[in-house]
Every structure is written in C-alpha cells, then in structure tokens.
C-alpha cells in the first residue's frame, strides 16, 4: 500500500512563495507518477502538476504555469511542490497523489491547506 503525507501548507499574502511537501512510501510501481491537485473552496478537485517518476516528465495546469514548479527527490521518496507570485485564487486544500501511470492517480494524502490573502 502507497502511503502519502502532505505537508507545507499555511497563509501567505498574495505574491508570496510557499513550498508543498509529500513524503511517499510502498511499492514503487504504484507511484510511478506523482502529482498535486487542490480544490478550492465549493468548487471540484482540479489537478495542478504531475511529474514521472523516471523520465520526470512534468505537466502543469495553465493556470500555475511559471509560477508553480514541481520536483522530486527519489531518494527521499518525496515530491515537492514550489509555489511562487502566489494569488489569492491559489487558495484551496491541495492535495498529494500518486499513481502507476499519470492518467490515473489513486492513492492521496491527507491534504494541506493553502490560503493566499491580500
């Protein structure tokens, strides 16, 4: 079983930079992509990056494209989410996920909430 505690979470004004963290554990194939997804208050869980875990290819929502960059360190088993010119509709609970392909996560951690406040 894949195990996934995100972390990083917390207030920022608008413009800010914050740093999400989530620290993976299990069987290595089921986590051969990794990725963040948020969901912003009454509004549907969206996904915001993805990176692979060999050929760390990445995919980014337009909406965090140049302001979000996400990385991993294999040999920490953990992936990192770099969120910088935060805005105010950056606000949401986001959450960590992994899974065997990029087209279908299905493990997720606990979620970590981010608020951007002007």
């Known amino acids: 079983q894949v195990q996934l505690r995100d972390s990083g979470g917390g207030s920022v004004q608008a413009g800010g930079s914050l740093r999400l963290s989530c620290a993976a554990s299990?069987?290595?194939?089921?986590?051969?992509?990794m990725g963040w997804f948020r969901q912003p208050p009454g509004k549907e869980r969206e996904k915001v990056a993805s990176?692979?875990?060999?050929?760390?290819?990445?995919t980014y929502a337009d909406s965090v494209k140049g302001r979000f960059t996400i990385s991993q360190d294999n040999e920490k088993n953990t992936v990192y989410l770099q969120m910088t010119t935060m805005k105010l509709e950056d606000t949401a609970m986001y959450y960590c996920a992994a899974g065997r392909s990029c087209v279908m996560f299905d493990t997720w951690g606990q979620g970590t909430q981010v608020t951007v406040s002007s």
């Open positions: 299990g069987p290595v194939y089921m986590r051969n992509c």
């Open positions: 990176i692979s875990r060999y050929r760390e290819n990445t």
